[in-house]
């Protein structure tokens, strides 16, 4: 079965205001990464993360690992309309080092209120 | 850069039919995956292309389900005969040693 999976299925926050979207693995992954699918299209790379690091930073986004409590989380800063889509998170069940293997959970949905 | 193509967009069909699904990947690229995506749900790995070979096909439903990449860029994958229950999205992605996957659009197939 699938070892990842998100707490809530769906978000709803203010324009303007701080997003933090979470998801829990139950495995020893060395890879895990973040894709955002809005209606009708596909999933959308958004930023990804080694078992190596605890924390990396893009633009407005920030993806934070524990490894001790097997816990990711996606923030997304002062978030936009724009950012209303469902998240996902993957995670690498296949050999580490390789990004070929991932296995998705269910998603977010992420709701922007104005 | 283009991303990820995938043709058609949408395809609907009566069960029993044929339907065939085409991918073009990112230039460079030697992986291919074919996802199904069904709804509220995320992507479901079906099969895995290293350039030309099928090193993943596990969780292909092999007596309805075909894929192809004869050149190791484009790829197609069928369903005969279509049922009901294989209504969803099949996304394709593609990605280098080292990059992440990137996805196409998805064809959203609806079986009648």
């Known amino acids: 079965g699938e070892s990842v999976g998100l707490h809530l299925p769906t978000l709803s926050v203010q324009e303007g205001d701080n997003s933090i979207i979470n998801c829990a693995s139950n495995s020893a992954s060395d890879y895990f990464i973040w894709y955002k699918q809005e209606s009708g299209k596909g999933p959308q790379f958004i930023i990804d993360i080694r078992s190596n690091m605890d924390k990396r930073q893009g633009q407005r986004v920030t993806v934070l690992l524990n490894k001790t409590v097997k816990h990711l989380s996606l923030q997304i800063a002062a978030t936009q309309p724009g950012d209303s889509a469902v998240y996902f998170c993957?995670?690498?069940?296949?050999?580490?080092?390789?990004?070929?293997?991932?296995?998705f959970g269910s998603g977010t949905q992420l709701t922007v209120l104005p | 850069e283009a991303g990820v193509v995938q043709s058609p967009r949408y395809k609907i069909i009566e069960k029993k039919q044929p339907v065939a699904f085409w991918c073009n990947p990112i230039s460079g690229h030697n992986t291919l995956y074919w996802y199904l995506q069904n709804l509220g749900q995320g992507p479901e790995l079906l099969i895995r292309?290293?350039?030309?070979?099928?090193?993943?096909d596990s969780q292909l439903p092999k007596d309805r389900f075909s894929a192809e990449r004869l050149k190791g860029v484009d790829s197609t994958l069928k369903i005969q005969p279509a049922e009901l229950g294989d209504s969803a999205v099949y996304l394709c992605?593609?990605?280098?040693?080292?990059?992440?996957?990137?996805f196409g659009p998805g064809t959203r197939l609806t079986v009648l």
């Open positions: 992605a593609s990605s280098s040693q080292g990059t992440a996957q990137y």
């Open positions: 993957a995670e690498n069940t296949g050999p580490s080092g390789s990004a070929r293997q991932l296995t």
């Open positions: 292309y290293e350039n030309e070979e099928a090193v993943d």
